[in-house]
């Protein structure tokens, strides 16, 4: 609802109360139905009304139960996700306590190490000689 004043209504309060004139601001059939009385029903068994425009509505977590409000640590988890991570952190912990490493160690030779041209060197003399 808009309230639209005169403009003597605008300069004079006192006349406010006496002239004033109302319209309707919003379109008509474009807005979805307003359900005062709408039953929210959380997954710990708490149930509350609000304002929405659904009649009943189905909620994860709620002011009862979110750990922000009750100061109790736990996981907020819908689609598996911590259960999938605290079984990858197990796997990792029995894995890094048999002492099995994927990670192949480095063949260490007895040879120096050689330089790049050292070895094209080697190379082109193995080239140039025939083999016998």
């Known amino acids: 609802m808009i309230l639209i004043l005169p403009y003597c209504a ?12 109302t319209t309707s601001s ?8 307003w359900h005062q009385d709408c039953k929210v029903t959380c997954s710990c068994g708490n149930v509350f009304l609000i304002g929405s425009t659904f009649e009943e509505l189905q909620v994860d977590i709620c002011n009862k139960c979110h750990p922000f409000f009750t100061g109790e640590m736990k996981f907020v988890d819908r689609q598996g996700r911590v259960d999938k991570f605290m079984k990858k952190l197990e796997k990792a912990k029995v894995h890094q306590a048999s002492g099995t490493n994927k990670m ?18 080697d190379k082109q003399t193995q080239i140039a ?4």
Request: hydrophobic letters at 30%; zero cysteines.
């Open 26 to 33: 919003m379109k008509q059939g474009i807005h979805p139905n």
């Open 104 to 121: 192949k160690t480095k063949k260490t030779s007895d040879d120096p190490q050689k330089s790049y041209k050292q070895i094209l060197r």
């Open 10 to 21: 605008a300069l004079n309060p006192t006349l406010f109360s006496t002239v004033w004139y």
């Open 129 to 132: 000689t025939p083999a016998a």
